[in-house]
């Protein structure tokens, strides 16, 4: 269980790095500052994430489950506060847009190390 969350978190990092790479407007300084995002990332999306879709729950059906990816936008954005300078996302429509991106590639990296596992 420990070990599956390290990975999680360490594909995350990933998954974050290389999203800074894709675009000027999102910035990270290095794999420590990616891994300690994907940390703070990880304990939002456990404690604020689920409040945040419980109040979202009636726009979040109407719009067939897309303002998940707002949400994490949200959690994206209260990271890089928590954050400071080491890690920056210049803009709410970059965060949406980073996050429908991480989570394409945290879907990639999970099923490819899922299947080298077995």
């Given amino acids: 269980m420990v070990l599956r969350w390290l990975i999680s978190l360490i594909l995350n990092a990933v998954a974050l790095l290389v999203v800074a790479q894709l675009f000027d407007s999102f910035q990270l300084e290095g794999f420590g500052t990616a891994l300690l995002a994907s940390f703070i990332l990880a304990i939002l999306n456990i404690l604020i994430k689920p409040l945040l879709i419980l109040f979202t729950l009636p726009i979040t059906i109407l719009t067939l489950g897309l303002f998940l990816f707002v949400i994490n936008a949200v959690t994206l954005m209260i990271t890089q506060a928590l954050m400071d300078s080491s890690f920056v996302i210049d ?11 991480i989570s394409i590639i945290n879907l990639v990296l999970n099923n490819l190390v899922k299947d080298s596992i077995r």
Avoid: H
């Avoid at 803009?91 to 991106?101: E, K, V």
């Fill in 91 to 101: 803009g709410f429509g970059i965060a949406i847009l980073a996050s429908i991106i």
